[in-house]
């Protein structure tokens, strides 16, 4: 699983983050709430996931999401719908399966640029950073992207494996030319079996199986491995580019499961306030999770510039990516 | 075999002197699922093979058999 075809940093225009917003349903579900549906505990999800709680979506929408953290990072960059080059959806699906989410927030916001989805699942949002940077190096002077996942809709309510790890929100960022990117690197190991989300079967008369609603499947120890493995695979070709591990100041990983996080913490010896978590308080939110936990890192002041970041995201694919960036003076 | 997974057991706890059959349960040693599979990931890395954990593995014996069966 090692590849180095798309790892070019060095050959990039630069990217810097601009502006950053968040925007979480309002309903909370604690994991006290999960025990009197279905048969587990706090202290059994605690000890396996660090989850305390998560927000899902009830009579909101992700697209009121999606829209309320991009207007937040718009607002923070400066920059209005009409400066915007092109607006970038990492969703696994939106409020309609067509239009695009991008598209329906494009609307919301009066922009009239490119909008298009795209699906790298959990890892979305380093394929998304790795679009923009593509667009930034030719000629585009502001991205939009958005990551806005909910996952309520396709978890599995009745297995309690895994319908506890799972949140909504959406988080957002735009991003410009500037900054210094140092890696920025996807990949895919190609496996749809550890780890899937069924589409639905439609009402065909000439398709021959009729299957019941699909959800979510995640074989849980399998993806556990893959996840620590590609996050040790991004910093080994970071490390590649000349950043080690004492380099990093921030290690972003995406917010899966707190000891995918540890795990990780553990081989490169660094300490654990290098790696900030809000997965207590979210839960898993796919590709939102990286922008969300930004967003809150930024605002609290943890973010400050000149600080080199590690971004690491895993997912569904399975998909893979690790991005380097060090905060500019001027951000 | 069980020696090397003794081994490999007694580090991942950090109990040098701790008393490990094949017959020891991993529910005794209080490994939950996850730890279960960062002990399977360092012996994978010792053996050089992928190992798939299965959920019929309940004791330390049916972990030397599973490998066994995959050397």
């Known amino acids: 699983m090692d590849s180095e075809h798309i790892n070019s940093a060095a050959a990039r225009t630069n990217l810097r983050i601009a502006g950053t917003g968040a925007a979480l349903p309002e309903r909370c579900v604690t994991n006290d709430e999960l025990s009197r549906l279905l048969d587990t505990s706090d202290e059994w999800i605690v000890t396996r996931t660090g989850i305390r709680e998560r927000r899902v979506v009830t009579t909101d929408t992700i697209t009121q999401l999606a829209v309320t953290a991009a207007r937040q990072a718009l607002a923070e960059a400066e920059v209005n719908a009409e400066q915007l080059d092109v ?86 960022v735009v991003a410009q030319r500037g900054g210094e990117l140092r890696h920025l690197h996807i990949s895919t190991d190609g496996d749809d079996a550890i780890l899937n989300i069924p589409t639905n079967s439609g009402n065909s008369p000439f398709a021959p199986d009729k299957q019941p609603p699909q959800f979510l ?10 996840a620590v493995k590609a996050v040790l695979r991004e910093l080994d070709l970071a490390a590649r580019s000349g950043i080690n591990a004492e380099d990093i100041d921030l290690y972003i990983i995406h917010q899966a499961n707190r000891r995918i996080i540890d795990a990780v913490r553990e081989r490169t010896g660094q300490p654990p306030e290098k790696f900030p978590v809000n997965i ?52 | ?62 972990l030397v058999r599973l490998i066994e069966g995959l050397l």
């Open chain 1, 87 to 172: 607006i970038l959806c990492s969703t696994l699906e939106g409020d309609t399966k067509t239009p695009s989410l991008a598209c329906v927030v494009a609307g919301e916001l009066g922009a009239h640029c490119a909008a298009f989805d795209v699906n790298a699942a959990c890892a979305g949002f380093i394929y998304a950073l790795d679009i923009a940077s593509r667009y930034l190096q030719t000629g585009a002077s502001n991205v939009l992207i958005i990551c806005a996942e909910q996952m309520s809709r396709h978890a599995d309510w009745t297995d309690r494996r895994t319908c506890v790890l799972f949140g909504d929100g959406a988080g957002a």
């Open chain 1, 217 to 226: 499947h995640m074989d849980g120890g399998e993806v556990y491995k893959f």
């Open chain 1, 280 to 331: 207590d308080r979210t839960g898993n939110m796919s590709s939102a999770t990286i922008p969300v936990l930004l967003h809150e890192l930024t605002q609290s002041g943890t973010v400050k510039s000149g600080q080199t970041l590690f971004f690491a995201a895993f997912g569904a694919g399975l998909t893979s990516g690790g991005c380097v960036l060090t905060i500019g003076k001027d951000d």
């Open chain 2, 1 to 62: 075999m069980l020696e090397k997974i003794q081994n490999v057991l007694r580090t991942h706890l950090d109990n040098e002197t701790l008393e490990i059959t094949a017959a020891t349960t991993f529910e005794e040693l209080d490994l939950d699922s996850l730890d279960l599979v960062e002990l399977v990931m360092s012996l994978e890395d010792e053996f050089g093979i992928g190992i798939e954990v299965e959920e019929t593995l309940v004791t330390v014996g049916d």
